[in-house]
């Protein structure tokens, strides 16, 4: 889609959302806000919707609201909120239905209120503050530790013989705690561009010297992606307060296995 054409979609939402009496509010997120990072071509439609109590089951039963509706080559429910749905031009929309008082169960960074009829704006400043007084609960050690825990089990059952199971650990779950253990501890050059839900997100943009490091990890064999994954580790390991040597080389020790 290009950025024209994005733009003009964006335009449909907002009179959509000023023009349908049953619709609080229309927040964009991540690019779709434009606040940090600009919408490109691959970039989808990252919307909610807030709506009058009781309408919500409305707009997931009857979706001929959406524009462009009639280009709909696929939709489902993903979650009691949230639908994806895809346009016979590759275009996505990701996109939740909440009322007023269901904004208290989300999370969100970049985000616009391009429409607000009621007090949308500062419900979400309030939830913001609060997410922000919270803090980072996140912990370097206790990361590390989860990734070198994610890694045994991995090649535990990679050696096994359950291949794939060890894959979506190794190059899944390690990999996306091992990008949010590089963001804990080395300074990004791109700090706003961080998305702090999905810490994998613009890597290459935020370290991208670390990026370039966890590429080859996509195309190793899983145990060598296993020992690559750890030699990052090690890397980062002067950042990281009580470093678990000893719990590296357990790990090193279950990547190495071979049956006797």
Same mark, same amino acid.
């Given at each position: 889609?290009?950025?024209?054409?994005?733009?003009?979609?964006?335009?449909?939402?907002?009179?959509?959302?000023?023009?349908?009496?049953?619709?609080?509010? %229309?927040?964009? @997120?991540?690019?779709?806000? +434009?606040?940090? $990072?600009?919408?490109?071509?691959? !970039?989808?439609?990252? =919307?909610?919707?807030?709506?009058?109590?009781?309408?919500?089951?409305?707009?997931?039963?009857?979706?001929?609201?959406?524009?462009?509706?009639?280009?709909?080559?696929?939709?489902?429910?993903?979650?009691?909120?949230?639908?994806?749905?895809?346009?016979?031009?590759?275009?996505?929309?990701?996109?939740?239905?909440?009322?007023?008082?269901?904004?208290?169960?989300?999370?969100?960074?970049?985000?616009?209120?391009?429409?607000?009829?009621?007090?949308?704006?500062?419900?979400?400043?309030?939830?913001?503050?609060?997410?922000?007084?919270?803090?980072?609960?996140?912990?370097?050690?206790?990361?590390?530790?989860?990734? %070198?825990?994610? @890694?045994?089990?991995?090649? +535990?059952?990679? $050696?096994?013989?359950?291949?794939? !199971?060890?894959?979506? =650990?190794?190059?899944?779950?390690?990999?996306?705690?091992?990008?949010?253990?590089?963001?804990?501890?080395?300074?990004?050059?791109?700090?706003?561009?961080?998305?702090?839900?999905?810490?994998?997100?613009?890597?290459?943009?935020?370290?991208?010297?670390?990026?370039?490091?966890?590429?080859?990890?996509?195309?190793?064999?899983?145990?060598?992606?296993?020992?690559?994954?750890?030699?990052?580790?090690?890397?980062?390991?002067?950042?990281?307060?009580?470093?678990?040597?000893?719990?590296?080389?357990?790990?090193?020790?279950?990547?190495?296995?071979?049956?006797?």
């Amino acid at each position: 889609m290009s950025p024209q054409d994005y733009h003009t979609y964006t335009q449909l939402l907002v009179n959509l959302a000023t023009n349908d009496s049953r619709i609080l509010g %229309l927040i964009v @997120l991540g690019s779709t806000a +434009g606040t940090h $990072h600009q919408p490109d071509e691959w !970039s989808d439609h990252d =919307f909610w919707l807030v709506v009058e109590d009781d309408t919500q089951e409305a707009f997931h039963q009857d979706l001929s609201w959406i524009p462009h509706y009639d280009n709909i080559v696929m939709r489902f429910r993903e979650t009691q909120h949230g639908w994806k749905v895809v346009f016979d031009d590759g275009h996505v929309l990701e996109y939740a239905i909440f009322s007023r008082e269901e904004l208290q169960v989300t999370r969100f960074h970049h985000y616009k209120v391009l429409v607000d009829k009621t007090d949308i704006h500062d419900v979400l400043s309030q939830l913001k503050s609060t997410f922000d007084l919270v803090g980072d609960p996140r912990d370097p050690l206790k990361t590390t530790q989860h990734i %070198l825990s994610l @890694l045994t089990i991995g090649m +535990g059952r990679y $050696h096994r013989g359950e291949k794939i !199971s060890g894959m979506r =650990f190794i190059k899944g779950h390690a990999i996306e705690h091992l990008t949010a253990l590089i963001q804990m501890t080395v300074d990004s050059q791109n700090p706003h561009l961080i998305d702090d839900l999905n810490p994998s997100r613009r890597l290459e943009f935020t370290h991208p010297q670390w990026a370039v490091k966890l590429h080859p990890i996509i195309e190793l064999p899983i145990p060598d992606a296993a020992q690559h994954i750890l030699n990052i580790i090690v890397q980062l390991s002067d950042n990281i307060p009580d470093f678990p040597v000893a719990a590296i080389q357990t790990v090193q020790q279950v990547i190495r296995y071979t049956k006797s």
